[in-house]
C-alpha cells in the first residue's frame, strides 16, 4: 500500500496504483493539512468574503457575488455544467492515475476540501470504481476542467462508474454499497476540477509503456545491423566519451552489450570494404540517446507536476490568505509532451529507413524483399516497409506542437490555454505508432539475419530470435502476414523482448 501526503509520489508508484492497482492511503500529517486550510474556506465563507470560487461566480463570472445560501448550489452546478467532455472514454488505468493524482494533490492541504470528500475518492480507487472520463474537451487552460468534472461527478451521485468490467450507474452502484452521494461545501467543487490531472496522467502513462518500447527499438537496430551487416565500431566508448551526453553513452553502451559475440559481426570485421554505414546504422546512440535524454527530462517535469498544488484559489493556512493564481495553467505538461511526441517520432523515423534497408535489394544484399521464394513470385515484405512509411508520415503530422496553438475561452477570462490534454494524447498515438514500427523492424530483421546461417550473432540476439520463431515462423513463399505481426506486437507491447535489454531509466 501506497501512503500519499502530497509531496513525492513518483512514476513508479503511479505505474503501481493505476497500473498494477495497488491500494493507497492517506498520511496522518497530510489529513492535518487539509483541515487547516478547511477552517479558513469556512472562516471566509462566515464572514462573506469576496473569494474566487467560494463566494463568487467562474470565470468570466468571476465578479458575480454569490451568497452563503447559494454556496452549496455553486459548487454542484460546477461540476454538472463543466462536464462537457466528449469521444471516446479514457483507459482506466490512465482514470485510475487521474484519481491518485488528484488525491495527492489534494492532501498537499492547499485545497481547502474537506478530507471525507478526499476519502471518497480513495474508496473508489481502491475498489477499482473508475469513473467515465471522456477524451476530448480539455484546453488545459484552469487545468482539465472537462475530465476532471466528469472524474468527480460519480461524487454526488452522478454518471456511471466502471465495475466489475461494465458501466453502471453511479446511483445504482452507491446503493449496492449502502453509500451515500457527498453533498459538496464552498470550494469543493472547484477544488476537484482546477488541475492538470488529466494531461499528467496520460504522459505518465505514456512513459510507463515507452520503457519496454524503447528497450525492444534498441534490440531491434542490432538486428537490423547484424542482418545488414554493419558494423559497431560507431559505438565504441571512446566516441560516446568526447560527447558526453548521458544517454548517448548508456545506448552505446547497450548496443555494445547486445552485439557482443556475434559471429556475424566477426565474419567480416576485417575484409569489410565499407569504412562507415548509412546513419540509420551508424547515427543510434546519437538519435536514441537524445530520445533518452528527453524521456528523463519529461518524466522529472511529471513527477514534479503530480506532486504541485494545481488548484485555485490557492489556501495557505498558516498566514490565513486566499490566493488566486495560475498553478493550474498546463504549460509545463503540454511543452513536455509536445517534446516527447518529437523526440519519438523522430526515432520512428530512422526505425522506417532501416526496414528499408532491410527490404531493398539495392543497398541490402540480401534477397529482394527478404523474400524465401522465388522473386517476383513472392513479394515478401515489401508491403510492410509501405505500412511503417505511413505510420512514419502520420506521425509526422501528429508531431505538430499542440502547445503552440491558443484559443481563447471564458469570454478571453482564459485568453491563452496550453492545449495539454491534446499534447499528450498526440503523444499516445504517435507511441502506439513507435511500438507498430518496431515490431515490423523486429519481423523483418529477423528474416534478414536468417540469411546469414551458418552464420550466428550475440547469445543476446540469437535468443531473441528464437523467441520471436516461437511467436511467428519465417517467411518464404508469400502468405497473409497480419496474424504474425499482431502477435508480435503483442509481445513487443507486453515486454517480452525488453528483458534482452541493459540499460538504466
Known sequence: MITLNGENLTLNEYERVAFQRE???????AYEKMRASRKVVESNIREEKKIYGITTGFGALSNVRINTRQALLLQKNLLLSHAAGVGSPLSPEI?????????????????????????????????????YVPSQGSVGASGDLAPLAHLALPLIGYSKLLYKGNWQDTEVILKEKKISPI??????????????QAMTSILAGILIKFVNIFKTALLTSIISLEALKGT?????????????????IKVAESLRKIIKGSEIRLSHKYDDPRIQDAYTLRAIPQVYGAVYDVF???????????????????????????????NFHGEPMALAADMFAIAISSMGNMIERRIDRL????????????????????????????????LASENKVLSHPASVDSIPTSAYKEDHVSMGTIAARKADIILENIAKMVTIELMCGTQGLEFHRPLKSSKTVENAVKKVRNIIPGLKNDRYCGDDFRRLLQAVEQGNFSTFVTIEF
Open 232 to 248: 559497431d565500431t560507431a559505438f565504441d566508448e571512446k566516441i560516446q566519451a568526447v560527447r558526453p551526453y548521458t544517454g548517448q
Open 359 to 390: 527490404v531493398n535489394p539495392l543497398v541490402s544484399g540480401l534477397p529482394p524483399f527478404l523474400t524465401g521464394g522465388d522473386v517476383g513470385l513472392n513479394s515478401g515484405y515489401m508491403l510492410w516497409q509501405y505500412t511503417a512509411a505511413s
Open 296 to 326: 528523463e527530462f519529461v518524466k522529472k517535469q511529471v513527477e514534479i507536476e503530480m506532486n504541485s498544488a494545481t488548484d485555485n484559489p490557492l489556501i495557505f493556512a498558516n498566514v490565513n490568505e486566499c490566493l488566486s493564481g495560475g
Open 183 to 196: 453533498e459538496l461545501q464552498g470550494k469543493e467543487g472547484l477544488a476537484l476540477i482546477n488541475g492538470t
Open 23 to 29: 491500494h493507497i492511503k492517506i498520511a496522518p500529517e
Open 95 to 131: 482514470v485510475r492515475g487521474m484519481l491518485l493524482l488528484r488525491i495527492n494533490s489534494l492532501t498537499k492541504g492547499y485545497s481547502g476540501i474537506r478530507s471525507n470528500v478526499v476519502d471518497r475518492l480513495v474508496y473508489f480507487l481502491n475498489e477499482d470504481l473508475v469513473p
